[in-house]
């Protein structure tokens, strides 16, 4: 099922948005992770959101300064260079790529698209839940399928949920919060087995970071597949999180309709992040420097999760996924006493996720959470 233009824009747009806005369909975490002000984050250790502590590279902060000279233009001419440069990185046109103000955009758009047909969407769970929310709000009902033994998405379970109800399948590879990543072919499997009329979202957000790198994307499948929509952000490994840069990849026509819907026609991102977004492309030295570290980071955690028998998940991603039960109650409140944020979402209640900060950062955590071992 390709998304039809005509469906998006039968529904009002003001309509949905007081639908969306009537809550905080993002706001997933606890109170005491989130820093209390701006200023506070500067004495913190945050651990908690999955960002990149060494971003943004040198070269997008140059590319930033360099551009505020046009701050009064719009940026068209700097979007398509961009599109362009993804289009060739990938193998596809520019008009396979929809700009966004992150990867939650292209996430809540599809939310909406399945909510305001009242239709279906599947997914693994727990995962992260921005298009679920969204969706449900708009009036989408969520139908999940636990993980394997592994914290793993099913893939097998999966294709067995779908029915003719089934508007949306959702997988977040790497998945979000597990760290857990799927075999490519698997997934590649999966997905020319789902039903021409079922839309697939796979959200690509830590793919850099995975075992299986970029070549693991679901990205080869775009002409192929005209049901399958793919997700990718900078917010990670390029360290962009506070510019809000993302983008859909898709057929055209999903391309079109998604940017009729799109309150801000791609230009909400603005020159900042955009050209911040290209000069990251071309510095692929600092997106390898940013992966080894986060390696050494997690073989830093694996080592002290292994010497005090906390079970965890091996990560493809830039944060560690593990059980509780080894540390003391309310570890969070106790973490952040001490300057630490971590996370632990409502639906993990018998896990915490630790993102991956500096060296030095990741041996503080180690050497404080230590003494709240049970």
């Known amino acids: 099922m390709s ?14 948005a007081s639908i969306l806005l009537a809550g905080s369909p993002v706001a997933v975490g606890c109170a005491s992770e989130k820093p209390r002000s701006l200023r506070e984050k500067d004495n913190l250790i945050l651990l908690n959101w999955n960002e990149n502590p060494y971003g943004p590279s040198e070269s997008a902060r140059k590319a930033i300064n360099d551009a505020m000279k046009f701050m009064n233009r719009y940026p068209d ?4 260079e961009l599109k362009d440069k993804l289009a060739a990185k990938n193998d596809l046109s520019r008009e396979n790529f929809l700009l966004t103000a992150g990867s939650t955009e292209v996430l809540s758009l599809l939310g909406q698209h399945v909510g305001l047909q009242k239709g279906e969407i599947l997914t693994p769970f727990p995962t992260f839940p921005t298009a679920l929310r969204f969706g449900e709000r708009a009036g989408a009902s969520i139908r999940k399928v636990n993980l394997d033994a592994n914290d793993r998405v099913d893939l097998d379970a999966l294709n067995d949920a779908i029915t003719s109800k089934t508007t949306l399948v959702f997988i977040c590879n790497p998945n979000n919060p597990t760290g857990t990543e799927l075999p490519t072919e698997d997934l590649k499997r999966f997905c020319r087995n789902v039903p021409s009329n079922v839309l697939i979202c796979v959200d690509e957000a830590y793919m850099e970071y995975s075992v299986a790198g970029v070549e693991g994307s679901m990205l080869s499948l775009i002409n192929e597949l005209p049901n399958l929509v793919v997700c990718r952000t900078f917010s990670k490994a390029y360290g962009l999180a506070g510019l809000r840069m993302g983008y859909a990849v898709s057929q055209q026509k999903n391309i079109d309709a998604l940017r009729n819907r799109h309150l801000g026609f791609e230009l909400s991102t603005g020159w900042p992040p955009v050209v911040a977004a290209s000069a990251s492309l071309d510095d692929p030295d600092f997106l390898d420097m940013c992966i080894a570290k986060n390696e050494e980071g997690k073989s830093l955690l694996y080592e002290a999760y292994d010497k005090w028998g ?3 998940n091996r990560s493809s991603t830039n944060f560690v996924y593990s059980r509780d039960d080894r540390f003391e109650s309310n570890l969070l409140d106790k973490l952040r006493n001490r300057g630490i944020l971590i996370t632990k979402w409502p639906t993990m209640t018998d896990h915490i996720r630790v993102s991956i900060g500096k060296p030095d950062q990741i041996k503080k955590y180690i050497e404080v959470a230590e003494e709240y071992l049970v």
């Open 310 to 312: 906390v079970r965890y």
């Open 77 to 80: 001419e700097a979007i398509e």
């Open 3 to 16: 998304i039809n233009r005509r469906q998006w824009l039968q529904q009002s747009l003001f309509a949905s």
